[in-house]
Every structure is written in structure tokens, then in C-alpha cells.
């Protein structure tokens, strides 16, 4: 039988890690957390951008990723590669992480 244990909650990124122990005394950590808030506030900020002002300077915000999203894109060693992470914010599939249109 498995035992389930919370280990750490963070209340402000509504994020909170689990670990499981089973019969066999393995160790799995879970991690979870409440992205509605993170890709609500994408959408918001993708409908206030006016494309008529283009990429114009030099900072722009164009994600936001969730804390679960990004640590795991972190473990796999894609967030140095700049290549890999403008493919992926590129990706449609990835689109509710975007803060603006356009292609990176």
C-alpha cells in the first residue's frame, strides 16, 4: 500500500510537491500546481498588445510559464538551449504560455 505525504506547499505560486512511498520503499515526488491563474493572466496580456507597434526595443515579454513547466523543462536541460526554447515558444501547443503574438 502506498503512503502519500505533502511535503511542500507554496500558497503564492499554488504550487505544492507530494511524495510517495510505496511497499517496495521507493520514493516518488510529485509535483502540482494550479496553472489557471498563470495562463488566465497570458490570455489577458495577448489581448492587450498592439501588433502595430511590432518588436520595436529591446525587452518584450512573450511567456510566462508555469513553475512546474519551467522546472521540468530545467531537469531536461532545455532551458540554456536558446534554439530549443524558441522552437518551443514558437509551438502551437505551447501558445496559452505566450504573453504576446507574433514568433519569437
Given at each position: 500500500?502506498?503512503a502519500w505525504h505533502s511535503i ?19 520514493l516518488t515526488v510529485y509535483e ?38 519551467y522546472d521540468q523543462l530545467l ?30
Amino acid at each position: 500500500m502506498s503512503a502519500w505525504h505533502s511535503i511542500l506547499t507554496d500558497p503564492m505560486a499554488r504550487r505544492s510537491a507530494i511524495l510517495q512511498v510505496d511497499d517496495a520503499d521507493t520514493l516518488t515526488v510529485y509535483e502540482e500546481q494550479d496553472t489557471e491563474p498563470v495562463l488566465d493572466m497570458n490570455q489577458r496580456l495577448r489581448a492587450t498588445v498592439d501588433e502595430r507597434h511590432g518588436w520595436k526595443g529591446d525587452m518584450h515579454r512573450v511567456a510566462s510559464i508555469p513553475l512546474v513547466v519551467y522546472d521540468q523543462l530545467l531537469r531536461e536541460g532545455k532551458t540554456r538551449d536558446k534554439a530549443y526554447m524558441k522552437r518551443w515558444l514558437n509551438d502551437p501547443v505551447n501558445a496559452v504560455f505566450r504573453t504576446r503574438p507574433g514568433q519569437v
